[in-house]
C-alpha cells in the first residue's frame, strides 16, 4: 500500500498526556492506541472530529495553529469567519467592533465565509439535476465527515457532491478581488478563523482539490481571547450592527443544524453528531434508509456551534446567531444593493467543482484477499482466548481491537492483562516479563513504587 | 471461511443485524465495495424476509477468493406460489408489518436484482430456502 501523509491538527502533548484510555475509547475510527504511557493517534485513521479533545481531562489533546505573526508575510491580508465565531460573544459586544478588533490585530478585510452560501445553493441545485441517478447525495460541507466516509464507508464516496464548501468558494471570491484590484497572487494572503479540526485538516491536505485556496488557519479560540480583551479594555462604544452589509438569514443559518437541508426540495436530512451520522451511513450502506434526495451530515453536536474550538455554550450561541439572523432579515434594505460577491458569480461557478473523493479504507486486513482471510481466521483464534471485556488495559479500545493489531504485527496478545496472568500462573513468562510488558504500554513513571502511608 | 448467523422472526428492531455483520466482514476482506454493497442489499431484504414471515431462520455465509455464497433458511409458511412471489409488488405481509414500512412487495425482485445467481426453494408449512451467489471476479 502507497504511503500517504496526511496532516492532521490534533496533537497529543506527551509532557501532559496520562495515558487514561478516555480519548481512545470515544474514538469513532478507534485510531488512538496507549503506548508508552501516552495516546497514540494512527494518522492514516483519524478523521479530525474532535472526539479525544472533548473527552482529554487533563488537556493534553491540542489543535495545532499556525503561528500568527505569518499573516504580515503578506500585503493584503483577509480574514475569513465563519458565522459561529459572531455566535461566541455576550450581547452588549457589538458586531461593529468584532470587525474593527479583528482589523486591528493586522487584517485587511475581514469577510464572513457564509456570504457566498447563495452561490452554492445554486450549484448544489443544478449538480443535484444533473447526476440525478446519483441519489442520495451527500454534502460535502463538513471535511471531518468527508475523511470518515473514506475511511469507513468506501461504498459511499460517490454520493459525495462534488462541490467546494463554501470556505473555499469565499477564498477564491477574495482572491480573484484583490488580484482584479491589481494585487499580484504572492502578496495576497488569506487566512481563515476555524472553529473545528477538521477545517484546518481539510486546508492542510485538501480532499478532491489539488492545493486549497487558503494561506493559513487561526483557531477560533485564539481570535475569541484577543478580540474579547481588546474590546474590555477599549470601551468604544458603537453600532451593535454595521450598516453596509448585509446577511442573510440563509447564511447565518448555513454552519446550524438542517442550514443546508432546509435550501433543498426532496426529502432532506440533518443530522449532527458523529455517531448518530455513523449510525445513518450504516443504514444508508445496506439500502436500509431509501428515497432520500440529500443528506446534511455534520461530526460535531449541533453542528459549527459545538466545534471544539467554539468558547461559548452551543445553545446560546445559536440562540445569539438566530436572534442576529432575525434583526438583518426585519432591517433589510428595501432593495437589495448588488454584493461584490454576484459579481464573480459567473467565475465562482465554474471554478466550484471537485474532483471525486478516493476511498482509503481502514477496515480491510490486507489488500490480497487469500492474506486477508488468513488474518480473519487467526483474529477469530485470539478472539477465543481474550476476555472479550474490553477493559482497555492492553492500550487498545478492545479485544477486537487488540487481535487485529496482533495479528497486523502492531501489538503483542501478552499485552492482554488476563493473558499475563494466566502465562505467569503456568509459568510460560516470568513475573518480571509480564511486568516489563505493562511498563511498555502504560510507561515506567506509572509503576514508579509510591508509599501508601503519605496519602 | 464459514459464518452463520440466526434471525429472530417477529422481532423487526433486529433485523438488518445479521447482514451488517456480513459487511463489515467483507469490508475486512478487501472485498470490491460495489460487490459488498450489492451483496448487503440482497441479504438485507432476505433477513427482513425472514423477520416478517418466518418463526425463525439462519444465515449461513460461505466466502471463497472467487464467490460469496449465502443461504437463508427458515422456518414459517413456506411460499405457494415462488412465480407470483418473484413479481414485483406482490407482497402477503400483514398490514402491520406494512405499517413499520416493510412488506412492499419489492424484496425477492430486489434479491435478484443485486445478486448473480439466486435460487429460491420452498415447502408449504415448512419453510423457504434462499441461496444467494455473487461473484467477486
Known sequence: MEQVHFYHALKVVDEVCIGCTHCMNVCPTAAIRVKNGTADINKNACVDCGECLQACPVNAIIVEQDDFTQIFNYKQRVALLPTVLLGQFPDDVSEVQIYNEIKDLGFTHVYEVDGAVDVLIDSTKKFMHKHHQERPFISSFCPAIVRLIQVKFPALVDNIIQLKPVIDISAQFYRKKLQDKGYAQEEIGIFYVTPCAAKIAAVKSPVGEQKSLIDGVINMDFIYNKVLLSIKNSKKETKKYPENIHMSRRSIGWTLTTGEASRYSGRCLAIDEIHNVIEVLEKLENEEITDVDFLELRACDHSCAGGVLATENRFLAIERLRKRAAWYHRNKPMIMPEREIDLYKTYLQENIGIDKVEPRSILSLDSDMMVAMKKMKKINRIMKVLPRIDCGACGAPRCQALAEDVVQGKAKMTQCVFLQKMLTKEGLISPQESFDISEDTWGKSRFEKKNLNDH | ?137
Not at chain 2, 454493497?37 to 416478517?52: D, F, G, I, P, Q
Open chain 2, 1 to 137: 471461511m464459514e459464518f452463520k448467523f440466526t434471525i429472530e422472526g417477529g422481532n423487526f428492531s433486529k433485523a438488518g443485524s445479521a447482514s451488517s455483520e456480513v459487511k463489515k466482514i467483507l469490508k475486512q476482506l478487501n472485498v470490491n465495495p460495489k460487490i459488498i454493497k450489492r451483496t448487503v442489499v440482497s441479504l438485507y431484504e432476505a433477513e427482513v424476509n425472514v423477520v416478517a414471515h418466518a418463526f425463525e431462520g439462519n444465515m449461513n455465509v460461505d466466502i471463497d477468493t472467487d464467490k460469496i455464497v449465502v443461504k437463508i433458511e427458515d422456518k414459517g409458511p413456506g411460499i405457494p406460489d415462488i412465480d407470483q412471489a418473484m413479481q414485483e409488488g406482490y407482497s402477503t405481509a400483514t398490514p402491520q408489518v406494512r405499517e413499520m414500512g416493510f412488506g412492499a412487495g419489492m424484496g425477492l425482485p430486489n434479491i435478484k436484482r443485486n445478486s448473480d445467481q439466486m435460487n429460491i426453494t420452498s415447502k408449504v408449512d415448512v419453510g423457504t430456502e434462499v441461496e444467494i451467489i455473487n461473484y467477486l471476479g
